[in-house]
């Protein structure tokens, strides 16, 4: 299984973006997709993770102003993000559970910079 993140880049604050994360490879039973994210001298937090039925659960920092959403068909999760400030700027990867014994699988990481 592999995860390719796509979508960030450098925004103004204020600005949105949006990431994608497609999972290829053998699938199956694809429970949770979702974001993770490290800022420089942070610690990885949760952004999002979306469950193959749609349930939702958000970070702290992404309530609001975050949404995320997938896929089933095309394997894909999504990360809607508005109002970006500066404090958003960090390394966001991609992360699925995936399998009849679930493993973690993780993206390459895609830099989203907030700055004017």
């Known amino acids: 299984v592999q995860l390719q993140a796509s979508g960030g880049g450098l925004v103004q604050p204020g600005g949105s973006l949006r990431l994608s994360c497609a999972a290829s490879?053998?699938?199956?039973?694809?429970?949770?997709m979702g974001w993770y994210r490290q800022a420089p001298r942070k610690q990885r937090e949760l952004v999002a993770r979306?469950?193959?039925?749609?349930?939702?659960t958000y970070g702290d920092s992404a309530k609001v102003r975050f949404t995320i959403s997938r896929d089933n068909a095309k394997n894909t999760v999504y990360l809607q993000m508005n109002s970006l400030k500066p404090e958003d700027t960090a390394v966001y990867y991609c992360?699925?559970?995936?399998?009849?014994?679930?493993?973690?699988?993780w993206g390459q990481g895609t830099l989203v910079t907030v700055s004017s």
């Open positions: 992360y699925a559970k995936i399998g009849l014994v679930l493993q973690d699988y």
């Open positions: 979306v469950t193959r039925g749609a349930t939702a």
């Open positions: 490879g053998s699938i199956v039973n694809n429970d949770v």
